[in-house]
């Protein structure tokens, strides 16, 4: 197995990577809320999550994945408070709760094909699981890190020494609901308790209840990861992903009932994805443009050239998206897949060439997933004095963790040089023409390029061009 260090949240290093047991990791993911499409930020992180898991692979690990599916229990704000997000998707779309779950599962997983993320091994709805998370609730009862309180079952943040490890931070600046606009619940002992288990306090209108020994309700979102992890993958796990937007209280509270239920440590490695940010901030569903896979589509950009955009960016760096880089992207990627195209596909490799460049890439990747260096080690490889076959044998290698279809077949639809310099050219003569308020001048152009068979979109952003 090939060396890997990955930075842990929990150390707040990066550190050598050893899982539990010899060339077996244990790996959890935490799973989409499926009220809406998921937006290009959400898909970062899985993205890279999915690059980890892949590498894992590429060095020799047998990984075994789990990822839940948030189905019930996350509501509005992070920290218990507001309307469950299912509720708020079924009101939208005048759909029940299992409906919109269904197809925004699908939806999610359309994205994920798309951008050549792999599904993990197991997947879970949180509905599946309802009597694990009632029996790790009456566990922590008794062993009193839980208190019933208005009906609700708490957890009881108290007990804990070091109830903010994960976090590195303390209660004055992660205090939890005390913003003017969040109510506070005054069933709580402490301000970063949690919720395990709701009662009729907060579902006046919720589709999905079930019975409990503290009363007809549903679970608590945090609870959710801590049993879908344990019920899979047992009760000592190597890697938990995530955003980092999930590091408080989310993970944190999964660290803490989960520790407090099993009685030892229980997580060993916590890799966490920086945000997608747009010029006004991090991206979310709430504000701006609502990006999506199918949006970028409707563009005319190929997903996987939003997958080469975030591979030439390192996981833990905030990444700023503009049409304008995306753009950048789309070229070099285009010419990427050209270069490779234009490789012969006669003869073998000659592996005393292949291996030093396998021992960059492996070099690269382990520190730390460094995808920006990996793909550096690939344009290495393309300006090699070495045969093409050794080359494309090493395109092959690589895109094993790159999944970004290297080796598939360049059509007629690509756009070559010649081409790229005519339609912009015709663009940028078309923007004059506009200008000068010659839109006869300009309608001809368009139609020039669609006889050509270029269609031309106008966007805030610029003029965006795709092949018809």
């Known amino acids: 197995m090939r060396e890997l260090s990955l930075y842990n949240t929990l150390t707040k290093k990066v550190e050598p990577f050893h899982s539990i047991e010899e060339g077996k ?28 898991e892949k590498y894992l692979g590429y060095a020799g690990y047998d990984v075994k994945r789990c990822m839940n599916i ?44 798309k951008l050549n993320i792999k599904i993990p091994e197991i997947v879970e709805p949180a509905t599946n699981c309802i009597p694990e998370f009632i029996h790790m609730i009456e566990v922590l009862l008794e062993k009193g890190y839980a208190y019933v309180a208005g009906g609700n079952v708490y957890f009881d943040t108290s007990k804990l020494k070091e109830y903010y490890v994960l976090s590195g931070q303390n209660e004055e600046n992660l205090q939890v609901g005390v913003r003017d606009d969040v109510e ?29 020994p503290w009363g007809i309700g549903y679970p608590g979102w945090h609870i959710e990861c801590s049993c879908i992890s344990m019920k899979h993958l047992g009760e000592y796990l190597d890697i938990h992903c995530g955003g980092v937007d999930n590091i408080f209280p989310h993970h944190t509270n999964e660290i803490a009932q989960s520790e407090s239920y099993l009685g030892h440590k229980w997580c060993n490695y916590w890799f966490h994805v920086q945000h997608l940010n747009d010029k006004s901030g991090k991206m979310s569903k709430s504000k701006g443009e609502f990006l999506t896979v199918s949006l970028l589509e409707e563009k005319g950009y190929n997903p996987l050239v939003y997958r080469f955009f975030c591979l030439q960016s ?11 880089v995306l753009d950048n992207s789309r070229v070099a990627y285009e010419k990427l897949l050209k270069r490779v195209a234009a490789l012969s596909k006669e003869g073998e490799p000659d592996m005393s060439e292949v291996k030093p460049y396998q021992d960059a890439f492996a070099e690269a990747m382990g520190s730390d997933i460094n995808t920006s260096q990996a793909l550096t080690v690939l344009y290495d490889v393309l300006k090699a004095d070495i045969s093409d076959a050794s080359k494309r044998y090493l395109v092959e290698d690589f ?12 059509e007629g639809s690509q756009a070559d040089d010649e081409l790229t310099a005519f339609v912009e050219g015709k663009i940028a003569e078309r923007q004059a023409a506009r200008k000068e308020k010659d839109f006869a ?13 270029v269609e031309i979109k106008d966007t805030r952003e610029g003029t965006v061009w795709s092949l018809i």
């Open 441 to 453: 001048k300009a309608d001809a152009i368009r139609q020039e390029l669609l006889d050509r068979g």
């Open 399 to 410: 895109d094993q963790v790159f999944s970004l279809d290297l080796t598939a077949e360049v």
């Open 184 to 212: 506070e619940d005054e069933n709580k002992r402490n301000k970063t308790d949690f919720v395990l288990w709701f009662t009729k306090s907060k579902f006046e209108d919720q589709e999905l209840k079930w019975d409990s």
């Open 314 to 324: 390192h996981y833990r760096k905030p990444l700023l998206f503009t049409y304008d």
């Open 25 to 52: 990791v244990k790996m959890y993911t935490c799973g989409p809320t499926v009220y809406h499409f998921a937006h290009i930020g959400n898909l970062r992180s899985y993205m890279m999550e999915d690059v980890l």
């Open 70 to 113: 948030t189905d019930v229990g996350h509501l509005t704000s992070d920290a218990d408070t507001g309307e469950d997000k299912m509720l708020a998707g079924a009101k939208r779309e005048h759909k029940t709760v299992m409906e919109i779950a269904e197809f925004y599962r699908k939806a999610f997983f359309a994205d994920c094909g």
